[in-house]
Nanobody, 119 residues
Framework: QVRLAESGGGLVQPGGSLNLSCTAS????????MGWYRQALGNQRELVAS???????RYADSVKGRFTISRDNAENTIYLQLNNLKPEATAVYSC?????????????WGQGTQVPVSS
């Protein structure tokens, strides 16, 4: 079992910045990647950014060049730096940890943190 604790959400003005963090605890042996997803009202959940155990990151096209994901392996923590935020980035951002074990995959989720982008 893996537990994820997020922090850093909150109201931000358009063009502003925010930093989200997510700390994992529990059995991390089979975790292959961690990342951030978001879900805006009325939309499906979508990947924002993820980073695997080798440090390779991937991003949604809509955030490339503005968002940066990083990880601190010693602290089992990932960060998401959100810059130049746009109103369409308003969503609930959720931390994800993906594990594989004996050929099966499983997702763990944080409780989510709200990021409203508004003036």
């Amino acid at each position: 079992q893996v537990r994820l604790a997020e922090s850093g959400g909150g109201l931000v003005q358009p063009g502003g910045s925010l930093n989200l963090s997510c700390t994992a605890s529990g059995d991390m042996r089979y975790i292959k990647s961690m990342g951030w997803y978001r879900q805006a009202l009325g939309n499906q959940r979508e990947l924002v950014a993820s980073v695997n155990n080798r440090g390779s990151a991937r991003y949604a096209d809509s955030v490339k060049g503005r968002f940066t994901i990083s990880r601190d392996n010693a602290e089992n923590t990932i960060y998401l730096q959100l810059n130049n935020l746009k109103p369409e980035a308003t969503a609930v951002y959720s931390c994800n940890a993906y594990m594989t074990c004996v050929g099966e995959g499983h997702d763990f989720w944080g409780q989510g943190t709200q990021v409203p982008v508004s003036s």
